[in-house]
């Protein structure tokens, strides 16, 4: 069908407390309290940044957030094969969307179908037009949340500011968004840690997205499962599995850097962290954790 219910969030998110905030401010938008107060209704958002710093699950809680249901629009099963069948899929699923409002309707990495990049057709071009055309004119309550690895890769008229309602910048995480992020999924296994030895592992993971930290509370979890002991996790076992992860920040440095200069365009949606002392690794190490 190409539109669907997206799966509710099943976790929530650490950290990004600017693009929280900006949300929390804006959930009662869609309410008829609002509507009659002629309150302008939000249009979405766009958010943009590198791999594994949890966008997808962001545009799932964001659902969670306003109270509304998700619709997850995946635009590469509404391309079709015959002249003006692409647009046409694509403007039925919009009227879906509609018909459902208030929603959030995610779309997805949305660089890969709307770049027009090896398309000659003009095909990518009439569907950005479509997606446009219903952002603007659209009343009916459909916040669309946009995703995007490269924001180099999008249309300029789709960046523009005021397309959306704000672009955000999603970093790697911060020092205490670490902590946050490891406690979230340390938590999924039942495993309960003290901030003191949390801050000892996140301060040694500074080039860690969010689906990397993931990766190292699962395999410590495991790692302790392994040896008999579980959900006794030691600093022992996050640090030796912090050692067999490469980051892609460290991976593809290049890449991430240049994510990193486009956010000079967009909002951050985490303050910014002084840096602060924190419980070294070497004094905490191989203490038990429990």
């Given at each position: 069908?190409?539109?669907?219910l997206?799966?509710?969030a099943?976790?929530?998110?650490?950290?990004?407390?600017?693009?929280?905030?900006?949300?929390?401010?804006?959930?009662?938008?869609?309410?008829?309290e609002?509507?009659?107060?002629?309150?302008?209704?939000?249009?979405?958002?766009?958010l943009?940044?590198?791999p594994?710093?949890?966008?997808?699950?962001?545009?799932?809680?964001?659902?969670?957030?306003?109270n509304?249901?998700?619709?997850?629009?995946?635009?590469?099963?509404?391309?079709?094969?015959?002249?003006?069948?692409?647009?046409?899929n694509?403007?039925?699923?919009?009227?879906?969307a509609e018909?459902?409002?208030?929603?959030?309707l995610?779309?997805?990495?949305?660089?890969?179908?709307?770049?027009?990049?090896?398309?000659?057709?003009?095909?990518?071009?009439?569907?950005?037009?479509?997606?446009?055309?219903?952002?603007?004119?659209?009343?009916?309550?459909?916040?669309?949340v946009?995703?995007?690895?490269?924001?180099?890769?999008?249309p300029?008229?789709?960046?523009?500011k005021?397309?959306?309602?704000?672009?955000f910048?999603?970093d790697l995480?911060?020092?205490?968004?670490?902590?946050?992020?490891?406690?979230?999924?340390?938590?999924?296994?039942?495993?309960?840690?003290?901030?003191?030895?949390l801050?000892?592992?996140?301060?040694?993971?500074?080039?860690?997205?969010?689906?990397?930290l993931?990766t190292l509370?699962?395999?410590?979890?495991?790692?302790?499962f392994?040896?008999?002991?579980?959900?006794?996790?030691?600093?022992?076992?996050?640090?030796?599995?912090r050692?067999?992860?490469?980051?892609?920040?460290?991976?593809?440095a290049?890449?991430?850097?240049?994510?990193?200069?486009?956010?000079?365009?967009?909002?951050?949606?985490?303050?910014?962290?002084v840096?602060?002392?924190?419980?070294?690794?070497?004094?905490?190490?191989?203490r038990?954790?429990?």
């Amino acid at each position: 069908m190409g539109i669907e219910l997206g799966k509710p969030a099943s976790i929530s998110f650490g950290g990004l407390d600017l693009l929280r905030e900006w949300l929390n401010r804006r959930r009662r938008l869609f309410t008829q309290e609002a509507r009659e107060l002629s309150l302008p209704q939000p249009k979405g958002v766009l958010l943009a940044g590198p791999p594994g710093t949890g966008k997808t699950s962001v545009a799932k809680n964001i659902a969670n957030i306003l109270n509304l249901p998700l619709l997850q629009l995946d635009i590469a099963s509404l391309l079709g094969s015959l002249v003006g069948e692409s647009e046409g899929n694509i403007r039925r699923a919009l009227k879906t969307a509609e018909a459902i409002a208030p929603c959030v309707l995610w779309i997805d990495e949305i660089e890969k179908a709307l770049s027009g990049t090896g398309d000659t057709s003009g095909v990518s071009q009439r569907i950005l037009g479509n997606i446009l055309t219903f952002m603007s004119e659209s009343t009916s309550g459909v916040f669309v949340v946009a995703t995007c690895n490269d924001p180099s890769a999008l249309p300029s008229e789709l960046k523009r500011k005021g397309r959306f309602d704000e672009n955000f910048f999603v970093d790697l995480p911060t020092e205490p968004e670490r902590v946050q992020i490891l406690g979230i999924h340390l938590q999924r296994f039942g495993i309960h840690l003290e901030s003191e030895y949390l801050e000892a592992i996140a301060a040694n993971t500074t080039k860690f997205s969010g689906a990397e930290l993931e990766t190292l509370a699962s395999e410590a979890a495991l790692l302790a499962f392994d040896e008999g002991r579980p959900q006794q996790v030691t600093l022992a076992d996050l640090e030796a599995c912090r050692q067999t992860i490469t980051p892609l920040a460290i991976q593809d440095a290049a890449a991430v850097e240049r994510m990193q200069s486009w956010a000079s365009t967009a909002r951050r949606a985490s303050s910014p962290v002084v840096a602060a002392k924190t419980q070294s690794l070497r004094a905490a190490k191989f203490r038990n954790m429990n």
